[in-house]
């Protein structure tokens, strides 16, 4: 069993950079392949990024490639997710999803666990 717990939403206005957090329990969390989604109100999950468990492979969006980056501190059960250049359109909840298996998918219903979201507005 893995809980997931998202920090680090806010408002900032275009252009700026917010870095979000995912804590996770569980002592496996080393195993474990870790995504980013987004949801915008009246749209459907979006996958935003993947990082493989030892951290050396990670797979972005095209919408988000060259802004995000994704990156893990095993010591720390964390994986972040650092925004730079953020635009309106990336306003949505965002939320880390786990996974044991060793699959860097996009698909959401192939990640196991999930945390409850972290609100990110961008003003223009």
Not at 22 to 43: D, E, I, L
Not at 51 to 80: E, H, L
Not at 92 to 108: F, G, K, M, Q
Request: glycine fraction near 8%; charge should be positive; charged fraction near 20%.
């Amino acid at each position: 069993q893995v809980q997931l717990v998202e920090s680090g939403g806010g408002l900032v206005q275009a252009g700026g950079s917010l870095r979000l957090s995912c804590a996770a329990s569980g002592r496996t969390f080393s195993s474990y392949t870790m995504a980013w989604f987004r949801q915008a109100p009246g749209k459907e999950r979006e996958f935003v990024t993947v990082i493989s468990w030892s951290g050396s492979s990670t797979i972005y969006a095209d919408s988000v490639k060259g802004r995000f980056t994704i990156s893990r501190d095993t010591a720390k059960n964390t994986v972040y997710l650092q925004m730079n250049s953020l635009k309106p359109e990336d306003t949505a909840v965002y939320h880390c999803a786990a996974d044991l298996s060793r699959l860097l998918t996009r698909t959401p219903e192939l990640y196991e666990y999930w945390g409850q979201g972290t609100q990110v507005t961008v003003s223009s």
